[in-house]
């Protein structure tokens, strides 16, 4: 586990406030699915993902993005506790969503 300095968490809370989460959250997502579009198979109930415009145009794909940085600033929040606070998230996306959990390893 990663010990952070007093100076490295001001830092890391600093540039994270400067970020965007819903715009680069949805850029974020929107490139993972038009990049590698096998992980599509994840997102089947999101409906149209036939096409960079489409996926780049999907309103779920959008506020997926954006929650998906959110729960990064959870992190931000809670440096000295990172794997506790993703345990919950990365239950949910190995036993019930079936994700490989080498996708989430802290």
Request: hydrophobic share 45%; glycine share 6%; net charge neutral.
């Amino acid at each position: 586990m990663v010990h952070w300095s007093a100076e490295e968490k001001q830092l890391i809370t600093g540039l994270w406030g400067k970020v965007n989460v819903a715009e680069c959250g949805a850029e974020a997502l929107a490139r993972l699915l038009i990049v590698y579009p096998w992980t599509q198979r994840f997102f089947a109930s999101f409906g149209n993902l036939s096409s960079p415009a489409a996926v780049l145009a999907n309103p779920m794909v959008r506020a997926h993005g954006k929650k998906v940085l959110t729960s990064f600033g959870d992190a931000v929040k809670n440096m000295d506790n990172i794997k506790n606070t993703f345990a919950q998230l990365s239950e949910l996306h190995c036993d019930k969503l079936h994700v490989d959990p080498e996708n989430f390893r802290v």
